[in-house]
């Protein structure tokens, strides 16, 4: 009788040792479910960054005109330039563009002697009462051309708005508009690209006039870049 009571006394500690294990994982368990929850918040400040050209636009070097009595087109290819919209502001932006008629500029195609010591009597600089280009003779025509997406921008791209031709060297007081973002479109950097052979064409009239040696004629243009579509 001695015997089956030791064991049956040693059964029930051991039980209560398994039970009090158990209660004691259950306790750790609880414990360690209420420790994987958290609350956390981040925050982000955005600083509006500035609207500027990339790569400033540049009609290029028209190509040599011979004369031959009779009205020319002389053409070349528009170069690329971008636009980047840091502005986070949404508000869109256009590009304008006229001749510059400040100080030593010529809105128009006008005689330049590129000599710094003269040209045959006229002094380096546009030649004052030299012959010269009526306004509206020089046009870009972007049909065909578009935009490209640069370094990761994603949206609405602008829109070109040249396609039946714009006059480059359009008077000063009226500058004309050649691409345009409409709001909360152009935001981030975008690349012209795909102008064609024929973009720039220069109207030559038959009474052109030939220049002295070292003379050129030379136009100033002033490109725009400003807020709103």
Not at 52 to 79: K, S, Y
Not at 129 to 149: D, I, Q, W
């Amino acid at each position: 009788m001695g015997y089956r009571h030791t064991s049956l006394a040693r059964a029930r500690a051991i039980s209560l040792l398994a039970a009090l294990a158990l209660l004691a994982a259950l306790v750790a368990s609880s414990i360690a479910l209420a420790a994987t929850t958290a609350n956390d918040q981040s925050v982000l400040a955005v600083t509006p960054g500035s609207l500027a050209f990339g790569t400033n636009p540049n009609v290029p070097d028209l190509p040599g005109l011979t004369l031959n009595g009779q009205a020319q087109t002389l053409n070349a290819q528009m170069n690329n330039f971008s636009v980047v919209d840091g502005t986070g502001g949404a508000a869109g932006w256009n590009v304008t563009v006229n001749g510059d008629n400040a100080a030593s500029k010529s809105p128009v195609f006008k005689a330049y002697c590129t000599n710094g010591g003269g040209c045959a009597g006229d002094p380096s600089g546009y030649v004052a009462g030299g012959p010269g280009f009526a306004a509206n003779s020089l046009t870009l025509n972007s049909t065909g051309a578009s935009f490209s997406a640069q370094n990761g921008t994603t949206g609405t791209a602008p829109t070109h708005q040249c396609n039946a031709g714009c006059f480059v060297d359009a008077a000063p007081a009226s500058p004309v508009k050649v691409v345009s973002a409409a709001s909360s479109a152009g935001m981030g950097t975008y690349l012209t690209t795909g102008y064609s052979a024929t973009s720039i064409a220069l109207a030559a009239p038959s009474t052109v006039q030939a220049l002295k040696a070292g003379e050129v004629y030379q136009v100033d243009l002033v490109w725009t870049l400003s807020t709103g579509p």
